[in-house]
Nanobody, 123 residues
Framework: VQLQASGGGLVQPGGSLRLSCATS????????MGWFRQAPGKEREFVAT????????YYADSVKGRFTIARDNAKDTVYLQMNNLKPEDSAIYYC?????????????????WGQGTLVTVSS
């Protein structure tokens, strides 16, 4: 399994970014994709997750209503659309893959990770 995250950058508060996670080597049956983030000096935290087959998704309370996780089956890619960004959203964002959805908000339960992409929200 290989995951390649991209799309990070510098954006002003209130702005938008779309992160991409290109996947390879996955068997999509039962696959669950997720996004996490880690700010300097903080632990890695859950952002969003989606079951690939059904599109069922869950979000951290801090991003609910602003972020959307989605997938493109033809491109084997999962996205994180981030709107109304806030300075506290600044972090390195990681995509991850696992099977099953129990304890999905615990990064320890995710075996496969992409390399991360930096998002900075600042004026």
């Amino acid at each position: 399994v290989q995951l390649q995250a991209s799309g990070g950058g510098l954006v002003q508060p209130g702005g938008s970014l779309r992160l991409s996670c290109a996947t390879s080597g996955l068997t999509f049956s039962g696959t669950v994709m997720g996004w996490f983030r880690q700010a300097p000096g903080k632990e890695r935290e859950f952002v969003a997750t989606m079951r690939w087959s059904s599109g069922t998704s869950y979000y951290a309370d801090s991003v609910k209503g602003r972020f959307t996780i989605a997938r493109d089956n033809a491109k084997d890619t999962v996205y994180l659309q981030m709107n109304n960004l806030k300075p506290e959203d600044s972090a390195i964002y990681y995509c991850a893959q696992r099977w099953g959805t129990s304890d999905y908000d615990d990064p320890v339960t995710w075996p496969y990770w992409g390399q991360g992409t930096l998002v900075t929200v600042s004026s």
